[in-house]
């Protein structure tokens, strides 16, 4: 069986590798077209002529922005058989917090459309699982939850972790660059390091305090060893519309350092499922938490605490047979 895995920016789709990885550990032929361009209209028109070339079995398309795969639906017969539309993200929400209502109705229908097209709806967690079903009620809908590979909590070097809060990720405001340098402010000495970049990021950074460190973007490799060295892991988005569908099913980063064993405070995110050492407050009780944090030792993890991509291996096997039939 043919599979083609669909997205925009391949390489940088961490949910799409792992599919890929599974679906060739599980025996199937996988196609992951690159594209040598981010614009919408060029990378809508190699798409379209990639499919009808590979003449695939099926096509896995992870969403965001669902506009460029509007016409995947027309292409059934004559360019694939089966469609999985894979719901990782809202992208009309997104659109919202931007540009408004209108942005975000006019998201939504492409949202529906694919969602209606599809044969099976992946996705990454309960609330995106009910808002997919919004669009296309009694569709089969499988969570497949955003789960790190086991080769990222490999043993490291046995060492003492220092007295620093650390935060990995895009230096902006949906990420909560904001609420975490008020933080560092409201507490001078505590330190703090910012391990990631963004386009604007020497602009939220221009006023940082001293006791907070920029270290830049890091090779994923060292951001283990770095989250190691940390005492307090923090994840400091405000909440907003998006917070309903961010859950400790879907943050990537937040199962990455649960995983190593370390403390995670968190705020603008929704709790699904109770996990050891992380603590969920709203954004303005951020301060009050990193500083009892700070007073305890993490809780020793058993191996039923621990949650890894390799989880999944059995659910994405179910979920092709199943859209196969």
Request: hydrophobic share 40%; aromatic share 10%; glycine share 6%.
């Amino acid at each position: 069986m043919k599979v083609l895995l669909l997205a925009n920016q391949p390489e940088k789709t961490t949910r799409l590798r792992l599919f890929e990885a599974t679906l060739k550990e599980l025996g199937y032929e996988t196609i992951v077209p690159r594209f040598d361009t981010v614009n919408w209209i060029s990378i809508a028109r190699k798409a379209r002529g990639i499919v009808l070339k590979e003449r695939p079995d099926i096509v896995h398309l992870f969403n965001v922005p669902d506009v460029i795969y509007h016409w995947i639906p027309s292409l059934r017969g004559s360019g694939y058989r089966r469609l999985i539309y894979d719901y990782r993200s809202p992208w009309g929400v997104e659109t919202q917090l931007r540009f408004g209502s209108i942005a975000k109705s006019a998201c939504e229908r492409f949202e529906r459309q694919l969602a209606e097209a599809a044969d099976v709806i992946t996705t990454v967690n309960t609330p995106l699982k009910e808002k997919a079903m919004s669009y296309a009620p009694g569709k089969e809908i499988r969570v497949i939850p955003n789960y790190p590979q086991r080769s990222f909590a490999e043993p490291g070097d046995d060492i003492e972790p220092e007295n620093v809060v650390i935060f990995v990720g895009r230096v902006c405001e949906q990420e909560g660059i904001d609420s975490l340098l008020r933080v560092a402010r409201d507490l001078p000495d505590q330190e703090f390091w910012i391990v990631g970049g963004g386009p604007f990021a020497w602009w939220y950074l221009r006023r940082k305090t001293e006791n907070v460190k920029a270290l830049g973007w890091q090779p994923h490799s060292r951001v283990a060893a770095l989250v190691r060295r940390a005492r307090i892991c923090i994840i400091p988005r405000r909440e907003n519309a998006l917070t309903p569908y961010s859950t400790d099913k879907s943050i990537w980063k937040l199962n990455e350092y649960l995983n190593l064993g370390r403390q995670v405070v968190a705020s603008g995110i929704t709790l699904e499922e109770r996990r050891k050492n992380l603590w969920v407050v709203r954004s303005t009780e951020l301060r009050r938490a990193v500083e009892e944090s700070m007073e305890r030792e993490p809780e020793k993890m058993k191996e039923s605490d621990y949650r890894f991509w390799e989880e999944n291996t059995e659910r994405v096997k179910e979920v092709y047979e199943r859209v196969w039939g």
